[in-house]
């Protein structure tokens, strides 16, 4: 069952399923590149303060709204928006021809497939999200991190689930100012890497409760049977 679960996190986080790369034409771009390789930790000493000031930073950020861009690992582009409420509350927005919605209500994150009338539900605790969109973040304490490197333009935290129940990881970049989140990488077991990359975000205002509540309509699951 666990096994399940991770591979749907996975699936949910894609920019378009199979079914949906049948029916609508993928739009592809070159994924920017990584930094060149590093020392997992660039200030071994620092570690805890700085965690710490991330942890800081994310639980003062009670919600955002703005644009995201995402690059699968299979090369597939796509963008949209984003709305953020912690704990827990997510909702990406894909633009057209992208025929996705995925919503976090807190505690189910589901994937709408407005093309095939399809809805897909893992538990947001299955997802590596589930690691920043907790009331109170602690890496230390949550997750097993792996890197923290600190450059000029950015700083890269990567935490991956301490237990060994889930495959993966998550890197967070943040900005080396103020530690807002500015994107993050979801790399898989296999290899593959899903980048969702922010931009144009308001930060701590008010967030239509109803944004993170999908539900499937009944009429709907009445004209599949």
């Known amino acids: 069952m666990r096994k399940f679960l991770i591979l749907s996190a996975a699936a949910i986080l894609a920019p378009l399923s199979v079914a949906a790369l049948a029916q609508t034409a993928?739009?592809?771009?070159?994924?920017?590149?990584?930094?060149?390789?590093?020392?997992p930790f660039s200030d071994p000493r620092n570690v805890p303060a700085d965690l710490a000031r991330i942890d800081a930073a994310l639980n003062s950020t009670t919600s955002f709204q703005g644009r995201f861009t995402q690059y699968g690992a299979d090369g597939t582009f796509s963008q949209g928006t984003i709305y953020l409420q912690r704990p827990g509350k997510?909702?990406?927005?894909?633009?057209?021809?992208?025929?996705?919605?995925?919503?976090?209500d807190g505690v189910t994150m589901t994937q709408?497939?407005?093309?095939?009338?399809?809805?897909?539900?893992?538990?947001?605790?299955?997802?590596?999200?589930?690691?920043?969109?907790?009331?109170?973040?602690?890496?230390?304490?949550?997750?097993?991190?792996?890197?923290?490197?600190?450059?000029?333009?950015?700083?890269?935290?990567?935490?991956?689930?301490?237990?060994?129940?889930?495959?993966g990881a998550i890197t967070m970049v943040l900005d080396p100012q103020s530690l807002q989140l500015r994107e993050w990488v979801i790399s898989d077991s296999f290899g593959g890497q899903?980048?969702?990359?922010?931009?144009?975000?308001?930060?701590?205002?008010?967030?239509?409760?109803?944004?993170?509540?999908?539900?499937?309509?009944?009429?709907?699951?009445?004209?599949?049977?």
Do not use: C, H
């Open 26 to 39: 993928p739009q592809y771009a070159q994924t920017p590149q990584a930094l060149q390789p590093a020392a």
């Open 112 to 167: 709408q497939d407005k093309a095939l009338e399809t809805f897909d539900r893992v538990p947001l605790s299955a997802t590596p999200l589930n690691y920043f969109l907790k009331e109170n973040v602690n890496l230390a304490n949550d997750t097993e991190v792996v890197a923290l490197q600190k450059f000029p333009q950015e700083w890269r935290v990567t935490a991956r689930d301490g237990s060994g129940e889930m495959d």
């Open 90 to 104: 997510l909702r990406f927005e894909y633009d057209d021809p992208n025929p996705l919605l995925i919503v976090s």
């Open 194 to 225: 899903t980048r969702v990359m922010l931009s144009d975000l308001q930060y701590n205002g008010r967030v239509d409760p109803r944004l993170f509540i999908l539900r499937e309509d009944s009429n709907r699951r009445d004209r599949r049977r």
